[in-house]
């Protein structure tokens, strides 16, 4: 059973940065491939960017490349979001997701809110 909670949402001006964080529990963080998703209201969640378990490959939505960084340390349990060049479309609810397969994510957060404002 892996929980996950995540932090660092917020309200920023389009062409503001935000990190959010994504805090695991149990110590077998490092067997997870971690992805972060974000839901739009009215919209289907949708994939935002993925980090394999070591951290050597790293996966993002076209909408986000070159904006958003994925990384993970595995010392401390958390996943990061590094997010640049916000636009008002980013605004979402952003989740974190474990997965020990190679198909669907196993475990969710609750969420955190990202409202950019133009």
């Known amino acids: 059973q892996v929980q996950l909670v995540e932090s660092g949402g917020g309200l920023v001006q389009a062409g503001g940065s935000l990190r959010l964080s994504c805090a695991a529990s149990g110590r077998t963080f490092s067997s997870y491939a971690m992805g972060w998703f974000r839901q739009a209201p009215g919209k289907e969640r949708l994939f935002v960017a993925a980090i394999m378990r070591s951290g050597g490959s790293t996966y993002y939505a076209d909408s986000v490349k070159g904006r958003f960084t994925i990384s993970r340390d595995n010392a401390k349990n958390t996943v990061y979001l590094q997010m640049n060049s916000l636009k008002p479309e980013d605004t979402a609810v952003y989740y974190c997701?474990?997965?020990?397969?190679?198909?669907?994510?196993?475990?969710w957060g609750q969420g955190t809110q990202v409202t950019v404002s133009s």
């Open positions: 997701a474990a997965r020990l397969g190679h198909t669907s994510y196993d475990y």
